[in-house]
């Protein structure tokens, strides 16, 4: 049977909401990662760097920052290497300097995006989904790519409503 599937990209530690630091347990994309599983039924796969970002909020936009200016595929703890047997994937990540975080493009360049539908969705601190969508079209050849969804990352907890209509649409 086909289902559907989310795969996403989400960071815990320390985290700006609305202009105040703030240590999260759970990061703000997996949030909606996990509703959309309680609508949909979907499986989760979430990308993980093999080297974790560091915990520290400055540092991390540092890290980051660079691996973007130097076009880097971060190596990965688990690599899914197939999604044939799902028709919807949904793809989710924090905008990171306007764009996924690289550790998605390590993984979703290994995929074959071929008649699948893509369903995009970012979390983020103003910028929306910045370039993403487009960089996510270059990828996910063959793809059908819907409207995405974007939402504040501090706004998470309050969106599952919206997060339901998305899904439904
Ligand atoms: C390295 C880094 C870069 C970021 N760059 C941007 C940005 O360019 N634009 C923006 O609106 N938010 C930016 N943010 C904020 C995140 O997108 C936002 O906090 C998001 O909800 C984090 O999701 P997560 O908790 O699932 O990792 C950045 C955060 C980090 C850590």
Redesign the pocket.
């Known amino acids: 049977m086909m289902s559907d599937l989310v795969i996403y990209?989400?960071?815990?530690g320390e985290?700006?909401f609305g202009g105040v630091l703030k240590n999260?347990e759970k990061?703000?994309?997996?949030v909606i990662a996990e509703y959309i599983q309680e609508f949909t039924g979907a499986d989760l796969f979430k990308v993980e760097p093999a080297t974790e970002?560091p915990a520290d909020?400055m540092e991390?936009?540092d890290?980051?920052?660079k691996e973007q200016q130097q076009d880097a595929r971060p190596e990965i703890k688990e690599t899914l290497e197939r999604i044939a047997d799902y028709d919807t994937i949904y793809i989710g990540?924090?905008?990171?300097?306007?764009t996924l975080?690289m550790p998605m493009f390590t993984q979703l360049e290994q995929l074959d995006f071929s008649g699948k539908t893509v369903k995009p969705f970012?979390?983020?601190?103003?910028?929306?989904f910045?370039s993403s969508q487009r960089d996510l079209k270059k990828i996910c050849q063959g793809a059908e790519v819907k409207k995405g969804l974007s939402i504040?990352?501090a706004n998470?907890y309050d969106a599952k409503d919206t997060v339901k209509a998305w899904v439904n649409e």
């Open positions: 990209f989400s960071r815990s985290n700006y999260i990061g703000n994309t997996e970002y909020y991390c936009i890290v980051a920052k990540f924090p905008n990171w300097w306007g975080p970012v979390t983020h601190e103003g910028s929306g910045g504040p990352g998470v």
